[in-house]
Each structure stands twice: as C-alpha cells, then as structure tokens.
C-alpha cells in the first residue's frame, strides 16, 4: 500500500546539471510526514546530489521542490532552519567536547537562553550522551560520534531528517541503536530520508526510491520492489539493477553491503 497523509517533500521534474553531466533527471517524489523513506543506489546515481537540493544547498537546474511546504530555491534559508542533516563523516569538532558540540550547532540552529538548555539536557539524557558530556568529540568511538552527530542534527527538533550513509563505519550494536533512536523520531511526526548501502537497513524503510544515473527506476515499499521485480530480497533487487546499469554503461557500480 502506498503511503498517505500530508506530504513533506514535494519534487516535480527536478533536474541538475553540471556542465554536460546530469545528476538528477525529472525527478518526481513524494515523501511523506513521519515517514522513514530509503535513498538507494550505487555510487554516482544522484544521491548526495538529490539531497543537497533538498536540503536547499544547491539550486535545480530546473524543474522545483518543496521542502516542509516551502521551496528550496526561493526559501532556502527558512528550509535550513526547519530540516537537520548528518552525514557519515559526522561533521563533529573534535577539539570541541560533547557538550560544546551540542552548544555550538543548537546556537546555529537558533535555540537559546533556558530553551536551549532544556532542549540540550532532553536530548542528552535521551542519546545517553550524559555521562559523556565533558569527553573531546575526537576521542569518542564511532558509535557515540554517531549518537552525538544525530543529537546535533536534531537539538532543534527538525521536521525532516537528513541522514546520507549515516551508519558507515559503526558496528552492529550501534547501527541497531541508532535504528531504534530513528523509529522514535518518526513516531513523533519527523519525516527521515536516509541513503545506505546496507541492505538490511534498506528493508528497515517504510518506501524506498531506487536512483540509477540520476533517474528514478522503481519507488514503493519493499515488499512491492521485490513483488515488481521477481526478487527475494531488496539486496537481489539492488545487484539485478547493478547488473542492467553495468549492461548499459559498461562501467561498474558498487556492491551493497
């Protein structure tokens, strides 16, 4: 069944450009809210790039897209203010402990005053970052740098996610925790699109849009992906489309994990 309710990204036809190079090709996509939606495909598919238009860090060539009800080209600073992002290598100051980390971007996202400090110290003890606080972000294994990262995306309470890769580089454990800290922020209304090569967590996503050269080839749930395609598993799914882009372009793409 398709997803309903009340839409948070909106895109129509959207294109970008660079040079001769096209990394989006009309792309046409709707996520909606309190949805974990899934970005897959191999690298150089359009990715990052259909995220940093969203995130309105880049303008479209054309076509448009709307953001929690607002257009990433003509609003993108209101957009920024509204969405949070973490990538995989976490954006953290490592000379800078938690605690200073989380300071510095809720000052960047706005917060202030007693509402930061409520929000800040919320959030802490929700992460399990407490105990922590005092500790240089650089010295933290990668599962708390994870769990640090998605404090600093969030300490504004975001209306949707952005997480490229966001699990790279952590173990079982901590992809299992940091699974169970998304699931909570959906069930309270924010709208999550995540990129992964981990196909396991790709089955994890309520829709998934699988991108190949900047076009969109198959969207819908993940029973629906592998109903339409014959296959047992999303990661059949993923090598099968591997197979017809390499067929076509001649060049390989990378295999999921």
Request: aromatic share 8%; hydrophobic share 40%; charged share 25%.
């Amino acid at each position: 069944m398709s997803a309903v309710g009340t839409p948070t990204v909106v895109t129509r036809a959207l294109r970008k450009e660079f040079g001769a190079r096209v990394a989006v090709d009309s792309l046409d996509l709707t996520i909606y809210r309190g949805e974990v939606f899934g970005l897959l495909g191999p690298n150089g598919s359009g990715k990052t790039t259909t995220i940093r238009l969203l995130c309105a860090l880049m303008a479209p060539t054309s076509g448009s897209a709307e953001v929690v009800g607002l257009d990433v080209e003509t609003q993108g600073e209101r957009v920024r203010a509204r969405i949070g992002y973490m990538s995989q290598r976490y954006g953290l100051y490592d000379d800078l402990t938690v605690a200073e980390n989380l300071r510095f971007y809720s000052t960047v996202y706005g917060l202030h005053g007693e509402a930061r400090t409520r929000r800040l110290a919320e959030h802490s003890c929700a992460l399990g970052l407490d105990e922590r606080r005092n500790q240089l972000a650089g010295t933290l294994s990668g599962g708390w740098k994870q769990r640090l990262a998605l404090a600093c995306a969030t300490a504004h309470e975001p209306e949707m996610l952005f997480l490229d890769e966001p699990t790279a580089g952590v173990d079982p454990a901590a992809r299992r925790d940091f699974w169970t800290s998304i699931y909570a922020l959906a069930s309270r209304g924010t709208t999550i699109l995540v990129t992964t090569h981990y196909m396991d967590e790709a089955e994890r996503c309520q829709r998934l849009a699988f991108l190949s050269r900047g076009h969109l080839i198959a969207l819908g749930t993940p029973r629906e992906i592998t109903a339409h395609f014959g296959q047992a598993s999303i990661e059949d799914v993923f090598i099968e489309l591997q197979r017809q882009d390499e067929a076509q372009y001649g060049v390989a793409a990378e295999r999921p994990r």
